[in-house]
């Protein structure tokens, strides 16, 4: 019998030039060797198997490297002479590959092998049974779209190779990754796990669930009757304010104001609460009026309990009609026919985008009403294909370091997990996914909380290109920042409609929903850090779970916090916006004082002409802005943008402030990083706004920039045959904004 491996890879091994290609950029000095560790590499792997393969499941597969699998199912056994109460199970081998099945008394296990088959039983000893064995040679090959391999019963030989009177059901054949068994066989490279930790190591697609606002507008409330407490103390004016709570998330009123015109047992609130519920709605929305007695103590007056099913769903900006809700009394009574009262307004909002990620760097910007969304316009194809150079996270016997990678990635609510590769710090996954796509200035994620992330902004992609390179995996240490090896991937991105995705450069980027009744920016930030919590809680109690940790690092869950680190990198992102003015500036100087003659004469003419003719100078503005777009094509970027190691600095100290030797010290420490963290968040919106005017320009979104470009030559065009001023009114962004707010940054490419 000619027993081999259990994976051959049909393309070649990663070669050196592959991941250091020739003509890679050699930085002098002493940063040489940095720039290349942190750089962006084009890598060249054998994607689909070659040109040359006729496999027909390379057209599914080819974005990543064929690998051949043998793939053994086994199904059942019948005629074992098993003695009772014994559980037997199935030994599979390959070479030095070794998979078992659940021991199971029905002789039943129908389980699926990826690489000569034994039987034995179970039940704290080993006793042989039978075996059956295939030579190598004649197993079939299968490729989808062909139907699966029908098993078939096999006579096992005893150990002294003689026919026994056992069968067992098998069915044997070559494939590749594309084999609809793939995601659910028992691998080779889990060789060291086996039974119920299979199922946490097999790779999965996970969906986050939808998510909603819950509006909860508190309007007022009649006839409140004081509590014990509130009562027995004379002359006090009560501190009424309503708490609402679902599940976890508890928020507050501010107390009611006092006025001269309306009895303290009818207070006015008119303030909104905002929740974040996700479907199938389960919980319920409890509200307690209350009353503030004294510091810490606080007595409820009413409550009462409504489904989150019950409520009414809203799409625009149409106001629901408010509604009465009778109280129930502190321990669940309710009163007489003239009971105390509260009135809310309730609605499901649909027409909000709810985010779970920063929106600098979305995945999905749709609203959550699916009545609402726009259809697709292109798709996103991506094989991971592996990582090289992994730090070990775990060391075994005798062997030194090693690592169980996985890979992560999320674009919308579509989160897919690689299979496990167990004691690897070079593993190699080779597995394809695809998203619908409905709006291409969103970011897709890939990484791992233990490793890094990769971030791929789409609009910076053209349609079709493939692209294939390596990325550098860095993860922030109190030390500063640390690669933990490089992420292959093969990304491809295919526009079916590229009328519709350049009318979308021109529509806002949110939902109308949010510009028609917009979220204060504080609001909407903690509304994000519930949103990622309620996510990481849901995919947590899938089977197998997504890790909170997995969830959180990928949704940035802590982003908006101030660090050292993310506050001068902002700083250097202005100095690099500034350089260009500074520059202009320095040119201008130079030109005034006759440093440079040439440039002198050039603007003196222009200076007269426009003089002359000054109805030309905003045609030739314009015209001399697409001239400068049209010269900086060739010098275009042609990689996707990865991280920016411009600022590789400590994060210092966690938030909130871990010295709490002195209590008033901490206190007042705090508080300064809380100021700072909307400093630097202002310093980083400015950066972006003016880093999108850099990429007008830039080439970095080729759509965008030829869009602007066409622009310029119209608005030169008709400025100079018809001036005329035209003023818009619209409670929406207008297109010019819109179109700026989809113009990419280097905020997504910051860690």
């Not at 043998?70 to 199935?90: D, F």
């Not at 006092?258 to 006015?268: D, H, K, T």
């Not at 990481?536 to 969830?551: D, M, Q």
């Not at 818009?728 to 490419?749: E, I, V, Y």
Request: glycine letters at 8%.
């Amino acid at each position: 019998m000619d027993f081999k491996p259990v994976v051959l890879t049909a393309g070649p091994p990663l070669r050196p030039h592959d991941v250091f290609p020739p003509g890679a950029a050699v930085w002098p000095g002493s940063n040489q060797h940095h720039h290349q560790e942190f750089s962006l590499k084009e890598t060249s792997p054998h994607l689909g198997g070659g040109a040359a393969n006729g496999d027909r499941s390379s057209a599914t597969y080819d974005l990543v490297e064929q690998m051949k699998y043998l793939y053994v199912r086994v199904v059942k056994a019948r005629g074992l002479p098993v003695a009772g109460g014994l559980s037997p199970h199935v030994e599979v081998k390959l070479g030095n590959y070794r998979g078992f099945t659940k021991g199971t008394p029905g002789l039943y296990w129908d389980q699926v092998f990826a690489f000569s088959v034994f039987l034995k039983e179970k039940e704290g000893r080993e006793d042989f049974i039978g075996w059956v064995a295939f030579d190598m040679g004649e197993v079939p090959r299968r490729a989808p779209p062909d139907s699966p391999l029908a098993p078939q019963w096999y006579r096992m030989d005893d150990r002294k190779g003689e026919k026994s009177a056992g069968e067992v059901m098998l069915a044997v054949w070559f494939g590749t990754q594309a084999d609809e068994c793939f995601s659910e066989a028992w691998h080779s490279t889990a060789a060291g796990v086996q039974g119920d930790g299979l199922a946490a190591i097999k790779s999965k697609v996970y969906l986050s669930p939808k998510l909603w606002y819950l509006r909860v507008a508190v309007m007022e409330a009649q006839d409140l009757v004081p509590g014990e407490k509130g009562a027995a103390m004379a002359g006090r004016y009560p501190e009424l304010f309503v708490k609402a709570q679902v599940g976890n998330q508890i928020m507050w009123t501010r107390p009611a104001r006092v006025s001269a015109s309306r009895s303290p047992s009818s207070p006015v609130w008119n303030e909104d609460l905002i929740f974040v519920v996700a479907e199938p709605f389960e919980d319920y929305l409890a509200v307690f009026v209350e009353d503030r007695v004294g510091p810490g103590r606080d007595e409820v007056l009413g409550r009462l309990l409504v489904p989150v099913a019950a409520v009414e769903q809203r799409y625009s900006d149409k106001v629901v009609p408010s509604r009465w809700f009778g109280l129930e009394g502190a321990h669940g009574e309710r009163s007489g026919r003239f009971a105390s009262r509260l009135q809310l307004r309730l609605s499901l909002d649909g027409g909000y985008h709810v985010l779970d990620e920063a929106s600098m760097y979305s995945s999905d910007l749709r609203a959550t009403a699916k009545q609402l969304w726009e259809p697709c316009i292109g798709v996103l194809e991506m094989g991971i294909l592996g990582a090289s150079g992994l730090v070990p996270m775990k060391t075994k016997e005798g062997k030194g370091g090693s690592a169980d990678a996985y890979c992560v990635a999320k674009y919308g609510p579509k989160w897919v997990r690689t299979r496990t590769v167990i004691d690897s710090l070079c593993p190699r996954w080779n597995e394809q996914y695809k998203w619908e796509v409905f709006d291409p200035c969103t970011v897709v994620t890939v990484g791992d909380c233990r490793i890094g992330k990769v971030r791929i902004r789409l609009s910076t992609l053209e349609s079709d290109r493939l692209y294939t390179h390596a990325y550098p995996l860095l993860i922030l240490h109190p030390s500063g920042v640390k690669k933990m090896g490089e992420l292959h991937l093969a990304v491809r991105f295919s526009c079916s409609n590229t009328a519709g995705m350049l009318h979308l450069y021109l529509r806002p980027p949110l939902p109308k929903m949010h510009y028609l009744e917009p979220i204060s920016v504080q609001k909407v930030e903690h509304l994000r850090y519930r949103a990622s919590e309620v996510v990481a809680s849901r995919l947590s109690r899938a089977e197998p779970p997504l890790g909170r940790e997995v969830v959180e690092y990928m949704l940035d869950k802590g982003s908006n916090l101030w660090s050292m680190r993310r506050s001068k990198a902002n700083f250097f992102r202005l100095v690099s916006v500034f350089a260009w003015p500074i520059a202009i500036f320095r040119w201008v100087e130079a030109a005034r004082t006759w440093h440079r003659p040439t440039y002198s004469v050039m603007v003196a003419v222009a200076h007269v002409l426009s003089m002359i003719f000054p109805e030309v100078i905003l045609p030739c503005l314009f015209l001399a802005m697409a001239v400068l777009g049209l010269c900086r094509y060739r010098r275009r970027s042609r990689h996707p943008r990865t991280w920016t190691s411009a600022c590789h600095r400590p994060k210092f100290d966690t938030f909130p402030s871990s010295l709490r030797s002195v209590e008033l010290m901490s206190l007042r420490y705090d508080r300064l990083r809380s100021v700072a963290m909307r400093l630097q968040s202002m310093m980083g919106d400015v950066a972006t706004q003016c880093e999108r005017f850099q990429s007008l320009l830039g080439w970095r979104d080729p759509r965008a920039t030829l869009l602007f470009l066409g622009f310029c030559v119209a608005a030169a065009a008709l400025f100079y045959a018809m001036p005329a001023r035209l003023v818009l009114r619209s409670r929406l962004p207008s297109p010019f904004m819109n179109f700026f707010k989809r113009l990419p940054s280097k905020a997504d490419s910051l860690l």
